[in-house]
C-alpha cells in the first residue's frame, strides 16, 4: 500500500521534471528521484522491523517478570512466548529490504549487520531457531514443571534471541 502511493508519486514527479527539462534531462531527473523516495522507503522499513523487535522484546519481559518477579499469570507468559512464535516468523519479510547500519546516513539508526543480507539463509534459520525455542518454551508452561519452564526460557533467550543477535546485530547507536 504504502509502496505502491510512493511508487505511483514517483512516476507523477518524474512525468512533471520530463516537461520542465525536457526528455533529454529526465532519465536523470527521474533517477535521482527514485534514488531519494526508496531510501524513504527504507528508512520505513527501518523503523518496522524495529517495532517487531520491540515487540519481541516486549512479550519477552512479560515471561521475565513472571518468572523472576511473580508479576502477571502463568497463562499471560505462556500467551507472551505463543506471541514470540508467532512475532518470529514475521522477521524475515520485515528484514527483506536491504537497509543495514552500514548506511546509516540513508537509512537511519540502526544495528542490522550487513551479515544478514550476505548469509541469508543463515537469518532465516535463525527466525527459525527462535520459534522452534518459543514452542519449546509453551510446551514447558503447559506441562506446568517450573524447572522445565525455566530451562526453556533461558535456551530460547540464549540460543533463540543471542543466536542471531550476536552474529546479525550490531553494537549500539547512540
Ligand atoms: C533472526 C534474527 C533475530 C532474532 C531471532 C531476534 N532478533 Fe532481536 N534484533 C535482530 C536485529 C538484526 C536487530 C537490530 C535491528 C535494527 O536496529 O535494525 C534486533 C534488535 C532487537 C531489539 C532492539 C529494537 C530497537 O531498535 O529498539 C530488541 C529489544 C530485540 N532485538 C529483542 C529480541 C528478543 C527478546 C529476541 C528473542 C525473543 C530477539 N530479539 C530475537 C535480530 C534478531
Known amino acids: 500500500m504504502k509502496r505502491s502511493t510512493l511508487f505511483a508519486a514517483a512516476?507523477?514527479?518524474?512525468?512533471?521534471?520530463?516537461v520542465i527539462l525536457g526528455?533529454?534531462?529526465m532519465t536523470q531527473a527521474s533517477a535521482d528521484v527514485g534514488a531519494q523516495l526508496a531510501?524513504?522507503?527504507?528508512?520505513a522499513v527501518?523503523?518496522?522491523r524495529q517495532e517487531l523487535m520491540k515487540s519481541i522484546g516486549g512479550n519477552m519481559k512479560t515471561i521475565a517478570d513472571f518468572l523472576?518477579?511473580?508479576?502477571?499469570?502463568a497463562t499471560e507468559a505462556q500467551a507472551a512466548a505463543a506471541k514470540i512464535g508467532e512475532l518470529a516468523q514475521e522477521i524475515p519479510a520485515a528484514f527483506e529490504t536491504e537497509a543495514s547500519l552500514a548506511e546509516m546516513d540513508a537509512v537511519g539508526k540502526n544495528r542490522s549487520k550487513p551479515e544478514i543480507w550476505l548469509n541469508w539463509d543463515g537469518?532465516?534459520?535463525d527466525a527459525e531457531t527462535l520459534k522452534a525455542k518459543s514452542a519449546m518454551l509453551v510446551t514447558a508452561f503447559a506441562g506446568g514443571e517450573s524447572g522445565a519452564i525455566q530451562t526453556a526460557f533461558g535456551d530460547?533467550?540464549?540460543n533463540g534471541c543471542g543466536g542471531c543477535h550476536q552474529d546479525f546485530?550490531?553494537?549500539k547507536v547512540e
Open 123 to 125: 537469518f532465516v534459520e
Open 23 to 25: 526528455a533529454g534531462s
Open 156 to 158: 530460547m533467550g540464549k
Open 39 to 43: 531510501s524513504a522507503d527504507r528508512t
Open 68 to 73: 523472576k518477579e511473580s508479576k502477571g499469570t
Open 11 to 18: 512516476g507523477s514527479v518524474a512525468l512533471a521534471a520530463g
Open 169 to 171: 546485530r550490531g553494537p
Open 46 to 48: 527501518v523503523k518496522e
